[in-house]
T-cell receptor, first 114, second 113 residues
Framework: GAGVSQSPSNKVTEKGKDVELRCDPI?????LYWYRQSLGQGLEFLIYFQGNSAPDKSGLPSDRFSAERTGGSVSTLTIQRTQQEDSAVYLC????????????FGPGTRLTVL | QQQVKQSPQSLIVQKGGISIINCAYENTAFDYFPWYQQFPGKGPALLIA?????SEKKEGRFTISFNKSAKQFSLHIMDSQPGDSATYFCAASKSGGYNKLIFGAGTRLAVHP
């Protein structure tokens, strides 16, 4: 079946612009996670969704970052007033249940802020 | 308390050799330790995982060794192949609710023919 998809695959933007990154999880997966992968670093947890609610937003680095999930499916990560330090690969993962060990990752969106 | 430290940063192994990647954690509440494999342009994919009730888990050429007292775990790739060339991430999480993974910085493995 289809895996986790993310769009766009690449995004180049100018400093100060807003960007939206989209994640389509595997159908039926209730848990959804966003991570950020900076150059040469591991994945950094950003936010967790259970259905449409986000009980853990602790990893969002600033109030310029927000995310939502609608219909228990698609999620959008929005970064307002982008800064150069926001440049990274943003990865989305889903799992059937919150307690499920395995997370299935999408290919990521590479964001470059000029 | 939340960190997972991974070494080495990069590793070069000859085909047929053994690749060893090490990780150390601080939070004793962690009870799930997966390894993820990532190829260029792809998202990470679960390779193998272990829980603290066992000291070793083997799946094919991949083995996790776990030392609870030292708070360390490692990935061994036996008979390494060029197709194993990828970036490997260790991670850790604790049970209860959902699976918030704390990742190491990654190891870039190159297996030369």
């Amino acid at each position: 079946g289809a895996g986790v998809s993310q769009s766009p695959s690449n995004k180049v933007t100018e400093k100060g612009k807003d960007v939206e990154l989209r994640c389509d999880p595997i159908s039926g997966h209730t848990a959804l996670y966003w991570y950020r992968q900076s150059l040469g670093q591991g994945l950094e947890f950003l936010i967790y969704f259970q259905g449409n609610s986000a009980p853990d937003k602790s990893g969002l680095p600033s109030d310029r970052f927000s995310a939502e999930r609608t219909g228990g499916s698609v999620s959008t990560l929005t970064i307002q007033r982008t800064q150069q330090e926001d440049s990274a690969v943003y990865l989305c993962a889903s799992s059937p249940l919150p307690s499920t060990d395995t997370q299935y990752f999408g290919p990521g969106t590479r964001l470059t802020v000029l | 308390q939340q960190q997972v430290k991974q070494s080495p940063q990069s590793l070069i192994v000859q085909k047929g050799g053994i690749s060893i990647i090490n990780c150390a954690y601080e939070n004793t509440a962690f009870d799930y330790f997966p390894w993820y494999q990532q190829f260029p342009g792809k998202g990470p994919a679960l390779l193998i995982a272990i829980r603290p009730d066992v000291s070793e888990k083997k799946e094919g050429r991949f083995t996790i060794s776990f030392n609870k007292s030292a708070k360390q775990f490692s990935l061994h790739i036996m008979d390494s192949q060029p197709g194993d060339s990828a970036t490997y991430f260790c991670a850790a999480s604790k049970s209860g609710g959902y699976n918030k993974l704390i990742f190491g910085a990654g190891t870039r493995l190159a297996v030369h023919p």
